[in-house]
Antibody, heavy 114, light 107 residues
Framework: EIQLQESGPGLVKPSQSLSLTCSVTGYTITSGYDWSWIRKFPGNKMEWMGYISYSGSTNYNPSLKSRISITRDTSKNQFFLQLNSVTTEDTATYYC???????WGQGVMVTVSS | DIQMTQSPSVLSASVGDRVTLNCKASQNINKYLNWYQQKLGEAPKLLIYNTNNLQTGIPSRFSGSGSGTDFTLTISSLQPEDFATYFCFQHNSWPGTFGGGTKLELK
């Protein structure tokens, strides 16, 4: 059974970078599928941020394109989110997911505040 | 981006009721519409994919229909565990976009 688990700091200062890790067990991320980051803002709005494919290619939401980077460490079966120049509007719960199969992590809440 | 509008934003119902949740796309998304259920503190759960396909393990009281721009999620007989927030999501074009959610609450 596949499991995804997000980790990273829960508090980030404005203008800094947000960095999160998604650790995957039960499936090798290079075997197939796209591996996504999605976030849910206070008030329920959700946004698909982007993904890294099993081959390593990436696709980002144009609304974030200049600030976002998704990378991976295949030796650890992990993929990562980096979001630069954060503001308070980036405060959200961040999820990693094997989206097409409906497999999600539990989410990690990140607050951007000084 | 394609805008997804869900209605109503809040729906009050009782156990045993049949309920219908609506999702409208700002343009044609063919059949590429998913439904998710989310409970407080949990990850979203995929219920229905591509309009009317039931995800493995999801009870048959959940069903989806629609095409083009108008879609519905129907719960045939509400169970206590169904009170949650429901989101639609289109993946016809990049980036995929979510609706704002319908909160299904106990009357």
């Amino acid at each position: 059974e596949i499991q995804l688990q997000e980790s990273g700091p829960g508090l980030v200062k404005p203008s800094q970078s947000l960095s999160l890790t998604c650790s995957v067990t039960g499936y090798t991320i290079t075997s197939g599928y796209d591996w996504s980051w999605i976030r849910k803002f206070p008030g329920n709005k959700m946004e698909w941020m982007g993904y890294i494919s099993y081959s390593g290619s990436t696709n980002y939401n144009p609304s974030l394109k200049s600030r976002i980077s998704i990378t991976r460490d295949t030796s650890k079966n992990q993929f990562f989110l980096q979001l630069n120049s954060v503001t308070t509007e980036d405060t959200a719960t961040y999820y990693c997911a094997r989206f097409s199969h409906g497999d999600w992590g539990q989410g990690v809440m990140v607050t951007v505040s000084s | 981006d394609i805008q997804m509008t869900q209605s109503p934003s809040v729906l009050s119902a009782s156990v045993g009721d049949r309920v219908t949740l609506n999702c409208k796309a700002s343009q044609n998304i063919n059949k590429y519409l998913n439904w998710y259920q989310q409970k407080l503190g949990e990850a979203p759960k995929l219920l229905i994919y591509n309009t009317n396909n039931l995800q493995t393990g999801i009870p048959s009281r959940f069903s989806g229909s629609g095409s083009g721009t108008d879609f519905t999620l129907t719960i045939s007989s509400l169970q206590p565990e169904d009170f949650a927030t429901y989101f639609c999501f289109q993946h016809n074009s990049w980036p995929g976009t979510f609706g704002g959610g319908t909160k299904l609450e106990l009357k």
